[in-house]
């Protein structure tokens, strides 16, 4: 299989970016969001709308709004953009890196020179009873709507990680207190409030048991927001404020129903994204200065320690408790709070988590920033672990 290092002068880097404030928006819907943020982020880039070859717009939707055809929508908020060649892309909560690796694609086959990646969300317009169901959608519902919700999905996964691995209560909620922790110095965060262990670890009024053993505290929130990226090619990238690349990447998936697993502790298809992007990348795990991991719940993180090799098999609390995974640590993991902190609007997310890193390696990401990052790596999943992205990148210029 080829990699972009083959076309050398096609090799997409990101040159700019926009980010919305994520949380219960004021903005009436998702176009309103991403036509916010994609002038910001060609601004950023600063590049005009003429120059936009081709829009990637990674919407999930699934019953939040009446709206679809969310293609078109891009050049509605934004007219100057109506006649650019569009596609909307969805990968259940992978949705955003599908669309920013169809844009990857695009310019590193040199079908296109620049590209504009968007990916938005508008969520608390709904009923609790409509955003459940179109969260359920990303799960196989034939085996899996008895569970009533995705939380109640993950809450399983924690049982059987319990049942097998002893009660990690404890675990969990380090995690939890951790990206909260974090969150406090991201302002597009949903939730900046360092909430303690004490509170993620005490099931209360305010902290509820969702989906047993899952409290709402290990659970990412409900969330509006928007995130672009401007994709381009190497050669056109010289006179660009900035220029972050990608030195490896992958995509990898499982099976969609949890019964046809071997092992669903294992989350095989992040573990083989990991593998192949890290191989890509002629790197090793002790090589990445930062880690933006998808913590849809709490109990996910955890196994995606362990699935990266941050840990053996059921030894995931090791990386917590030791500090491993602190912004002070060896590897830290969600210095920007994660979803459980940063928010969770669905199409925004990967786009999001790749802005996290690249503002981090090219020192541009204010209160949160960590000292001579040179690699960066985001993994971005849609369902449980079944699309599985992950990305090491690298600041080109």
């Not at 950023?44 to 709308?49: F, G, L, M, S, V």
């Amino acid at each position: 299989m080829g990699t972009f290092t083959d076309n050398p002068p096609y090799r997409p880097v990101m040159t700019g970016w926009a980010h919305s404030t994520f949380g219960k928006s004021s903005d009436p819907d998702v176009e309103t969001l991403m036509a916010g943020v994609s002038t910001q982020a060609l601004t950023h880039a600063q590049i005009d709308t003429s120059d936009v070859d081709g829009l990637f717009v990674g919407v999930f939707n699934s019953g939040f709004s009446a709206q679809g055809f969310e293609a078109g929508l891009l050049g509605s908020g934004q007219p100057a953009l109506g006649r650019t060649p569009a596609v909307r892309i969805e990968n259940a909560c992978g949705t955003g890196s599908a669309a920013l690796y169809a844009a990857l694609d695009f310019v590193g086959s040199g079908r296109g020179e620049v590209a504009l990646v968007v990916g938005g969300e508008k969520m608390t317009g709904a009923s609790n009873e409509v955003v459940n169901d179109a969260l359920l959608a990303a799960s196989y519902r034939a085996e899996e709507a008895v569970m009533g919700s995705f939380a109640g999905i993950f809450g399983s996964l924690a049982q059987q990680y319990f049942e097998r691995y002893g009660n990690h209560m404890d675990t969990l909620a380090r995690i939890a207190a951790k990206n909260h922790h974090n969150g406090v110095h991201n302002p597009y965060a949903h939730l900046r409030k360092d909430l303690g262990f004490e509170f993620c670890n005490t099931p209360s009024e305010r902290n509820p048991v969702v989906a047993d053993p899952l409290r709402r505290t290990d659970c990412s929130m409900v969330s509006d927001g928007a995130a672009a990226i401007v994709v381009m090619a190497g050669h056109r990238a010289s006179a660009a404020p900035r220029a972050v690349g990608w030195r490896g990447r992958a995509h990898a998936n499982d099976h969609l129903p949890l019964s046809r697993r071997d092992d669903v502790l294992e989350f095989a298809g992040a573990k083989e994204a990991f593998t192949r992007a890290m191989a890509e990348a002629g790197t090793v795990l002790a090589d990445l200065d930062l880690l933006e991991t998808h913590d849809c719940f709490t109990i996910a993180e955890l196994l995606e320690y362990e699935a990266f090799g941050l840990a053996e098999p059921g030894k995931g609390a090791t990386a917590i408790e030791s500090g491993f995974v602190d912004r002070d640590g060896d590897l830290p993991v969600n210095v920007s709070g994660g979803l459980k902190s940063k928010g969770h609007p669905v199409g925004a997310t990967g786009v999001s988590q790749h802005i996290m890193a690249a503002m981090q390696l090219t020192g541009e990401a204010g209160e949160m920033q960590l000292d001579d990052v040179q690699l960066a790596a985001v993994f971005n999943m849609g369902g449980a672990a079944v699309a599985n992205y992950f990305s090491v990148l690298e600041r080109a210029r």
